[in-house]
T-cell receptor
């Protein structure tokens, strides 16, 4: 079983739609959680960190459920420019490496 | 530029050849990471340096892969006797230090094709 699991998609949604991505992680010692965005043939870039209390950044909302070892990302009012792959990432407290999921591909159409 | 710089950006090599990929981290960043990403997959951890030493090399797939960071800045990933399965994009990243609160920044990657 992979340490971080995501539905690879693709998710095809119209502009203005709300879309949610989910991610599960297997290592209960995981301490830090992130969503990264990766455009085609580009490097991953940090979208947002995920905090236990949940956090919002504009149209993006991230949630963490430690008991279920589950992370989510909600995108409201989707834009064409949101089309990308969204990578779920975890980091354990006893190691400094980031563990990535396979990514979920989002395609927003007009 | 001020970002993580990787060279070459593209490399085509023949099976069995030796390859070196270079990473120049953001100035002042002591932590440096190497990842490998294959098509349709997320980045896969290879090795991480804190300063000059390899703090965790558990992701190196076999002894054909080796990485160094002799002066605590530039790092080189070395692949011996390349195989077609080594074809991937090799991503380097750096952060201020290994503190979990620090953002990790990626370079644009070195795209390796083994023919």
């Amino acid at each position: 079983r992979k340490e971080v699991e995501q539905d690879p998609g693709p998710f095809n949604v119209p502009e203005g739609a709300t879309v949610a991505f989910n991610c599960t992680y297997s290592n209960s010692a995981s301490q830090s959680f992130f969503w990264y965005r990766q455009d085609c043939r580009k490097e991953p870039k940090l979208l947002m960190s995920v905090y236990s209390s949940g956090n919002e950044d504009g149209r993006f909302t991230a949630q963490l459920n430690r008991a279920s070892q589950y992370i989510s990302l909600l995108i409201r009012d989707s834009k064409l420019s949101d089309s990308a792959t969204y990578l779920c990432v975890v980091r354990s407290y006893n190691t400094d490496k980031l563990i990535f999921g396979t990514g979920t591909r989002l395609q927003v159409f007009p | 530029g001020a970002g993580v710089s990787q060279t070459p950006s593209n490399k085509v090599t023949e099976k069995g050849k030796y390859v070196e990929l270079r990473c120049d981290p953001i100035s002042g960043h002591t932590a440096l990471y190497w990842y490998r990403q294959s098509l349709g997959q997320g980045p896969e951890f290879l090795i991480y340096f804190q300063g000059t030493g390899a703090a965790d090399d558990s992701g190196l797939p076999n002894d054909r892969f080796f990485a160094v960071r002799p002066e605590g800045s530039v790092s080189t990933l070395k692949i011996q006797r390349t195989e077609r399965g080594d074809s991937a994009v090799y991503l380097c990243a750096s952060s201020l230090d290994s503190n979990s609160g620090n953002t990790i920044y990626f370079g644009e990657g070195s795209w390796l094709t083994v023919v």
